[in-house]
């Protein structure tokens, strides 16, 4: 009797093993919120708190090179385009890459993506679906990044690019001679700038930067 439960246990114990590797997407990175996104050989899957998988097909030779999601938001990197997902629409939108082209950063919020390449500045607004994108000048380099809440800005050796997933575009103002960077604050609806000479404010709601003082 106790013989036959061995070959039992190894049976049931390899269905479940099985089971396992099954249900795990392949590559599958999901957020806290809404969203997980799933890449497969041929195509993407977005899926949704509010329903079944989006799918996005990809292109003969498109590869993959880094997919995540948080809240109401899905991004993927391909070889040739970005692509973001909104959880409101159940869409995905897309934005391709020039020539020689390379993403070098981005950061994904519940609400908005922003990303930055060696040419161009990128954001993705999840509530309309539409990215917006702006070029970088020949000799603009971006310093860092900073996303708060529905407001992200990047900062440059040349300016600051504030950008907003309410209003939409990005709104640019360009540093004083000598001027530099303190430091970057912010919170759900506002991102707060301050330089050697002033405070600049970003409001989710506006369309540009108010300076402080």
Not at 12 to 27: D, E, H, R
Not at 29 to 41: E, F, K, M, R
Not at 54 to 81: C, Y
Not at 141 to 165: C, D, M, P, W
């Amino acid at each position: 009797m106790r013989r036959s439960i061995y070959p039992l246990l190894i049976l049931l114990t390899a269905m479940v093993t099985g089971q396992l590797l099954v249900s795990a997407p392949s590559q599958s990175q999901g957020g806290s919120g809404q969203v997980t996104v799933t890449p497969t050989a041929d195509k993407l899957i977005a899926w949704s708190a509010a329903g079944g998988g989006v799918e996005e097909s990809l292109e003969p030779g498109e590869s993959v090179i880094t997919s995540s999601a948080r809240g109401h938001t899905g991004f993927v990197q391909t070889s040739v385009r970005l692509l973001g997902f909104s959880a409101g629409l159940r869409q995905w939108r897309e934005v391709r890459l020039g020539v020689e082209e390379r993403i070098e950063r981005y950061q994904l919020l519940p609400f908005l993506i922003l990303a930055h390449s060696n040419q161009e500045m990128r954001g993705f607004q999840e509530s309309r679906g539409h990215w917006t994108s702006i070029a970088l000048g020949p000799s603009e380099k971006v310093s860092q990044l900073r996303s708060y809440g529905h407001v992200a800005a990047a900062i440059t050796n040349e300016r600051t690019l504030g950008f907003s997933t309410y209003t939409g575009g990005f709104y640019d103002i360009d540093w004083s001679p000598n001027e530099r960077v303190i430091s970057v604050d912010g919170g759900q609806n506002a991102l707060v700038v301050h330089t050697s000479s002033r405070t600049l404010v970003l409001k989710s709601q506006s369309t540009g930067w108010t300076k402080v003082r």
